[in-house]
């Protein structure tokens, strides 16, 4: 991979919500996170574009990081589709495809779709803090599942992170980012089946059940086959079944099916074909 010169990303911890008074179709005037702040990986992300070339290639295959950028872009906006009909007590659209919902965020300029993602996320986040000043457990219907709506925001910051370390790579900021332990919980929780549907379709011994962790210190994380249906699982001990070892960072890369680039970073201890079966089934998504 060719690596842009880049800076390291200013870090904001969390986010600062700013209450306003709005009105609602469901009702009388409620109290709105109208600014939910962004988050620290879209910063980090935005930050790396400025110095990375729209055309080079990503870890994520057939995307360059113009490709990334619009699909984080679309993502946003699609997000937003859904929840503005929720505001208005209407019908929650089906959710689209990445290839309607993209090509016309690929087909603009960098730098108007980098002003165009800043603008996506901004109106995102501003959806969300009145959709949850409203009703904080609300859950709508997306990509044919049920997704609460407080889900959405450790979801983007996984999508920042991950997108951000397929065009820039290992560094110190990636590290960071991809190792906080609430955005390895909410891929588990949210898409511990979904993280492991494309490699199923690969998995060479599809009818033998399996058990191996990825220990990072910590809880393990448990990849399971039991009686046809796979998952991820966060396991509260370190019993001795069969692992591989990563630092936190990694695991992060290893779940969503990226590898780090300094390889060291991840040591197995399984045999060959088990080795081989975990890395089949966590092909990504």
Same mark, same amino acid.
Request: net charge negative; glycine share 6%; aromatic share 6%.
């Given at each position: ?42 910063? &980090?992300? =935005?930050? !790396? *574009?400025?110095? @990375? ?5 990503? %870890?994520?295959? +057939? ?47 960098? &730098?108007? =779709?980098? !002003? *165009?993602?800043? @603008? ?5 986040? %501003?959806?969300? +803090? ?156």
């Amino acid at each position: 991979m060719v690596h842009a010169v880049r800076r390291d990303a200013p870090c904001l911890v969390g986010f600062f919500v700013r209450t306003s008074v709005l009105t609602s179709s469901r009702g009388a005037n409620v109290a709105a996170m109208d600014t939910i702040e962004r988050s620290q990986e879209a910063e &980090a992300f =935005l930050d !790396a *574009r400025q110095y @990375t070339a729209p055309d080079v290639v990503s %870890a994520c295959d +057939g995307w360059t990081a113009h490709d990334v950028t619009a699909h984080l872009a679309a993502t946003a906006a699609e997000i937003t589709r859904h929840l503005q009909p929720y505001l208005r007590s209407e019908k929650i659209p089906q959710t689209r495809s990445f290839d309607e919902r993209e090509p016309s965020y690929r087909a603009l300029d960098n &730098a108007t =779709l980098l !002003a *165009r993602l800043e @603008t996506e996320d901004e109106t995102m986040r %501003a959806t969300i +803090g009145q959709v949850l000043a409203e009703a904080p457990d609300a859950v709508i219907t997306w990509t044919g599942r049920q997704m609460a709506v407080a889900k959405f925001l450790p979801h983007m910051r996984n999508e920042f992170a991950i997108h951000r370390w397929d065009f820039v790579g290992d560094d110190d900021t990636s590290n960071r980012l991809l190792a906080q332990p609430e955005l390895t919980a909410h891929a588990v929780g949210v898409l511990g089946e979904i993280l492991l549907r494309r490699g199923r379709k690969h998995d060479p011994s599809p009818e033998q059940d399996f058990h191996v962790r990825l220990r990072a210190g910590g809880n393990d994380l448990r990849v399971v086959v039991e009686s046809g249906r796979a998952g991820l699982y966060e396991a509260p001990d370190q019993d001795d079944e069969p692992f591989v070892e990563l630092d936190a960072a990694a695991r992060t890369l290893f779940i969503w099916g990226r590898r780090p680039d300094h390889r060291e970073r991840i040591r197995s201890h399984l045999d060959q074909p088990t080795l081989a079966r975990l890395q089949a089934l966590l092909a990504g998504y």
